[in-house]
């Protein structure tokens, strides 16, 4: 993948100790939505299980017949978590009910890429949060 950048929060774990639950907002300007960018959004500082994805996103694909779909996973594996949301395409929400909890080692990231480019893209947010769980 291309165009691999750092989230301002990517080192900062900021997970709710309480309830596990971890949520990172991404800002995306029209030139991050391209094919093939990625925002590195999350770093394990520990090994830990992640589950229960949830992304919802402002409408950053302004087009009548919108194309932008979002992956959410790994550099590993960069739709391990999440493949083709369209939440992009109208601001809506994407749930990915990973069936089983997922280990996420000790300095693995988890990642946000675009799959399939904006055809009318407008700068926008998501927000991701998903439960982490450390070992």
């Known amino acids: 993948m291309a165009n691999i950048q750092d989230h301002q929060y990517a080192e900062d774990a900021r997970v709710d ?28 500082a520990k090994d830990g299980y992640v589950s229960n994805f ?9 087009n009548a017949i919108p194309t932008l779909t979002i992956d959410v996973g790994t550099e590993a594996n960069d739709d391990a978590f999440m493949a083709a949301a369209t939440s992009g395409q109208a601001g809506v929400s994407s749930i990915a009910n990973v069936a089983e909890r ?11 890429s675009i799959k399939a480019a904006s055809a009318t893209a407008a700068a926008g947010s998501t927000q991701l949060s998903f439960n982490f769980t450390v070992l």
């Open 54 to 62: 949830a992304l919802t996103s402002t409408d950053m694909d302004t």
């Open 102 to 112: 997922v280990l996420l080692a000790e300095g693995e990231y988890v990642i946000i």
């Open 17 to 44: 100790f309480n309830t596990g639950q971890v949520r990172i907002n991404t800002d995306w300007g029209v030139t991050n939505l391209t094919i093939n960018s990625q925002q590195r959004v999350f770093k394990a």
